[in-house]
């Protein structure tokens, strides 16, 4: 069994302003991306729910994937975006740890980079079963950074 | 939680009758104690489903009650179809049909003590535990569509298990009216390759030592003796059973509006149970169930065949295998008359009084197991249906500790390497995948769960038949 490092709650992306943090919930997890546009509040969003699995950093991105969604509203869009790459790990065996998301209207496009998951290198703490409607919420503040956050249940 | 706001019945029973959009009480089966350790999301999210159409009686909390999404975990709710009723994806849960199954050994904790890290070794190497394991069964779309109609029928008549099992499943390992063909081709592709896995998070295969014996005749119907071992299994429907919910979940949210459903939170999406949407989702939760027993059977067979390995003959006699996420059509008696209604229990074990014409004939005269899980440091326990189950809350009763401390926080507070230690060091061994699982899991995260069993007994809800403490413990 390898010991790994302690995984951060969150991570800024350094001079990017977008950054994703994990919020408590009793059983499972909430995870919350920020960032400059939409888009970047939901890769980050992505990154936080890999790092309730392992460390986003420490997964090489050898295969990309490409993922499309569309949905009646933003915030079902996060939770079939995030749903969309649950699925893509849980059928290909594979961890993600770069997203890039392009979102217009009702529809996404995007693309995931990762690796086949290696239980020795990458210790993977819990398997996400599917981002849930909870605590779901994407929103823009006033000083214009988005944030985009939902419940996984592991 | 602040218990002001809820009428006090008795020292285990607490109410908030019906105002504003509530249909029905809102009852939570717990000791003051208890009830303040919960968190407020358990009240607002119990209240929120006694608003849903058609729900009848009460909803109920059982002690181990606490934040879920939509229902709250340990939330047991009724709804008659004939009265506008609803079923809830959120309300089963992800996890369709988690549950546990616990298999007599009749070794003591001396056989197991002899080989306790080989065999701790060899369960963990013959059954697929963690993220991305794969089982070696594989399924072709025809096989799949047979499991997720016959379930643990299906995995016996693949040479998963023996004939005697099958008394002593739930729904004799099969419920009927599941519709493989409502099931979708990704939800079908995620369990490919994960019959027969135990999975992740919370789930387990332990070794537990039978400790005390509370109720002899309950324990000597169920064949438990003090000092002898137990096999028990908790995991679920894996992969598919987890895409059914997802998919479920946000039809049922998008519809719930063209269905005169106004949801005081999305995450009760929800369909009447007499509509086209409501009909297929009882056809693939159903297919889940199945997929749930299937699995548990194949496990229970794998760990068969390395208990053999080291006491050649050994029959490992199956005790009980029981869900506690799932929907089921059953009669009981509301407001004076029978009727058949939709019972959800999310994270609540069905917990059947002596009589019931369903319990396998053995238990007949003691009602059936419930089995409450505990933390992977402290214990476990096995209770029994009591004759005040039925009106108490459908016949149901809780499922398990409850986490105290979130995943977060627990893994801040705690290292996996330290907790193992710690474990070994009270002679109990831990074989898991990822340390940073084993601290997110560490005893300590989780409620006392003598607390919890205390309560449901008082509450009417399950009895105390025996406490069971871990040995080995497989953590996935």
Not at chain 2, 25 to 34: D, H, R
Not at chain 2, 151 to 178: M, P
Not at chain 2, 184 to 201: N, V
Not at chain 2, 345 to 359: E, F, Y
Request: charged share 25%; hydrophobic share 40%.
């Amino acid at each position: 069994m390898p010991e790994t490092a302690p995984i951060p709650d969150g991570c800024p992306q350094a001079g990017t302003g977008a950054s994703w943090e994990h919020f408590p919930h009793v059983a499972d997890v909430g995870i919350r991306g920020f960032g400059p546009t939409l888009e970047a509040a939901f890769e980050q969003a992505a990154i936080a729910m890999t790092a309730v699995v392992t460390d986003p950093g420490a997964i090489n991105p050898e295969e990309t994937i490409e993922i499309a969604c569309q949905a009646p509203n933003v915030e079902l869009l996060l939770a079939d975006w995030l749903n969309a790459i649950v699925y893509e790990m849980a059928t290909r065996k594979m961890l993600f740890g770069r997203f890039s998301a392009s979102i217009r209207g009702d529809s996404l496009i995007g693309s995931v980079s990762g690796e086949p998951l290696d239980i020795e290198r990458h210790a993977p703490a819990a398997e996400v079963k599917g981002a849930t409607l909870s605590e779901l919420e994407v929103a823009r503040d006033p000083a214009g950074r988005w944030h985009a956050q939902c419940i996984v249940d592991v | 939680m602040d218990t002001s706001q809820f009428r006090k019945v008795s020292e285990t029973a607490w109410k908030i009758e019906p105002s504003g959009r509530m249909r029905v009480p809102a009852v939570i089966y717990a000791v003051e104690p208890l009830i303040r350790d919960m968190d407020d999301k358990v009240r607002e999210q119990l209240v929120n489903v006694t608003m849903l159409p058609g729900i009848v009686g009460a909803a109920y909390a059982m002690p181990d009650a606490h934040w879920g999404y939509g229902f709250p975990i340990g939330g047991v709710a009724a709804f008659d179809p004939d009265q506008g009723g609803v079923i809830s994806a959120g309300g089963v849960g992800f996890d369709i049909s988690c549950g546990v199954r616990t298999h007599l050994t009749g070794l003591i904790r001396a056989d197991i003590k002899r080989v306790q890290t080989k065999i701790a070794d060899a369960l963990f190497h013959n059954v697929p535990v963690g993220i991305g394991s794969t089982g070696k069964i594989r399924l072709s779309d025809g096989q799949m569509t047979a499991m997720l109609r016959d379930g643990a029928v299906w995995a016996l008549n693949k040479g998963y298990g023996e004939q005697r099992d099958l008394e002593f499943v739930e729904e004799h390992g099969r419920v009927a009216g599941a519709q493989p063909e409502v099931v979708s081709e990704k939800a079908r592709a995620r369990q490919t390759r994960e019959m027969g896995t135990l999975g992740s998070g919370n789930h387990y295969l332990e070794i537990q030592e039978v400790a005390e014996i509370h109720d002899a005749a309950a324990a000597r119907a169920f064949g438990l003796d003090q000092g002898q071992c137990v096999l028990t299994i908790h995991c679920g429907s894996r992969g598919l059973g987890h895409q059914i919910g997802t998919e479920f979940l946000r039809e049922m949210a998008i519809t719930a509006p063209a269905h005169g459903i106004s949801l005081p939170d999305r995450d009760l999406a929800c369909a009447p149970i007499n509509s086209e949407l409501g009909r297929r989702y009882i056809g693939a939760m159903r297919s889940g169930i199945n997929c749930a027993l299937a699995n548990r059977q194949i496990i229970g067979h794998l760990a068969r065949k390395v208990f053999r390995r080291f006491w050649p003959g050994i029959e490992l006699p199956l005790m009980y295998d029981v869900s506690h996420n799932t929907c089921k059509l059953e009669t009981h008696e509301i407001e004076g008359r029978a009727r058949e209604v939709y019972v959800h229990r999310k994270g609540a074990t069905r917990s059947l009084g002596p009589g019931d014409p369903s319990l396998p004939e053995a238990y007949s005269e003691v009602g059936q197991p419930v089995f409450i899980g505990g933390s992977m440091g402290t214990e476990s326990w096995v209770l029994t249906g009591m004759p005040t189950s039925e009106t108490a809350a459908f016949s149901s009763a809780c499922h398990g500790a409850g986490r105290r401390m979130s995943r977060t926080k627990a893994r801040k507070k705690w290292r996996g390497r330290q907790v193992i230690d710690d474990l070994a060091a009270r002679g109990i061994t831990i074989r898991s995948p990822s340390h940073r699982g084993v601290a997110e899991e560490a005893p300590g995260a989780y409620k006392d769960v003598s607390e919890v069993v205390e309560a449901a007994e008082q509450a009417g809800l399950a009895k105390k038949v025996a406490r069971l403490i871990p040995v080995v413990c497989v953590k996935g």
